[in-house]
């Protein structure tokens, strides 16, 4: 009987394909999930009321996003909100990108985002030029509406009643600058106001000028006059804010840094008060 003859094949047997293209197509997948996966980033709030999980992120009024969960911070102090960011919408976390809360807005200037009354609070994104970043700290109002560079100074008070970061600084009710941060003094004692005046408004400013907070009612009763009510003006009463004065013989500069006493309210005097000073 003749022994049969073996031959080995060079290529393996067909039957190691299969796995072999299983392998391939998993492989695939979990890269292309990978690359649809969204983007996680934390954006870290001082107050987190209206936001819940499922409130999105908005670019230009489009979802590009939505919030995953909130939990309070270390501290006590903050809310971190985690939230998803879409794939192709990456590019908007970077460094100096900016994210705020989106609410109703009402004054007698006018009234903004009303749709919120309907669908609900929503956190806008505004993009930086930076490198990629996961973590970011929110803005209290929107970026417009935030402190500038310009000249920085210090207001102290008894309280900070309801003057919050973002609100507006007046000088004969224009706008002129914004309120940032508040501190409680090194000895407890007073609160410490951060006021920005714009730049090309900073020469309003002398070292006697008067600030006082405009966002409160002065109830004035005499026996014979009644009650007069007075309000530097309904926009600041209903959103806030701090106005001020200088004499009709202006002091220096104010400096960088300078304080100033924040007075519960104005004296009738400074309510007069309009001084010559050249702009340039």
Same mark, same amino acid.
């Given at each position: 009987?003749?022994?049969?003859?073996? *031959?080995?094949?060079?290529?393996?047997?067909? =039957?190691?394909?299969?796995? !072999?293209?299983?392998?391939?197509?998993?492989?695939?997948?979990?890269?292309?999930?990978? !690359? $649809? @996966?969204?983007? $996680?980033?934390? =954006?870290?709030?001082?107050?987190?009321?209206?936001? *819940? /999980?499922?409130?999105?992120? @908005?670019?230009?009024?489009? /979802?590009?996003?939505?919030?995953?969960?909130?939990? !309070?911070?270390?501290?006590? #102090?903050?809310?971190?909100?985690?939230?998803?960011?879409? @794939?192709?919408?990456? #590019?908007?976390?970077?460094?100096?990108?900016?994210?705020?809360?989106? #609410?109703? $807005?009402?004054? =007698?200037?006018?009234?903004?985002?009303?749709?919120?009354?309907?669908?609900?609070?929503?956190?806008?994104?505004? /993009? %930086?030029? %930076?490198? /990629? *970043? #996961?973590t970011f700290k929110g803005l209290e109002a929107p970026p417009e509406q935030q402190p500038d560079t310009g000249l920085k100074l210090t207001l102290v008070a008894d309280r900070v009643g309801s003057l919050k970061e973002g609100r507006h600084i007046y000088y004969r009710d224009l706008q002129v600058g914004t309120i940032g941060e508040s501190h409680i003094s090194d000895d407890g004692r007073f609160v410490e106001i951060e006021a920005i005046v714009q730049r090309q408004y900073a020469k309003l400013v002398r070292s006697n000028s008067e600030f006082w907070n405009s966002s409160g009612l002065t109830v004035d009763i005499g026996l014979f006059k009644g009650a007069e009510v007075q309000a530097s003006s309904l926009e600041n009463l209903l959103r806030g804010g701090v106005s001020f004065a200088t004499p009709p013989e202006p002091g220096p500069l104010a400096k960088a840094g300078q304080r100033f006493s924040l007075h519960r309210h104005a004296e009738d005097d400074w309510l007069e008060w309009a001084p010559v000073m050249k702009w340039k």
């Open positions: 009987m003749e022994t049969p003859e073996v *031959k080995h094949s060079r290529w393996p047997s067909p =039957i190691w394909l299969v796995p !072999l293209l299983s392998l391939l197509v998993a492989g695939w997948l979990l890269y292309d999930q990978l !690359l $649809q @996966r969204d983007v $996680q980033i934390v =954006i870290r709030f001082d107050n987190g009321a209206g936001i *819940k /999980p499922g409130v999105e992120l @908005r670019y230009r009024g489009v /979802p590009v996003g939505s919030v995953d969960e909130i939990v !309070l911070d270390d501290d006590l #102090k903050h809310v971190k909100v985690h939230a998803s960011l879409n @794939r192709d919408a990456e #590019k908007l976390a970077r460094e100096n990108s900016r994210f705020w809360i989106v #609410k109703p $807005q009402l004054g =007698i200037a006018g009234a903004r985002n009303l749709d919120t009354l309907v669908s609900g609070k929503y956190i806008a994104v505004k /993009p %930086g030029d %930076g490198e /990629p *970043k #996961k």
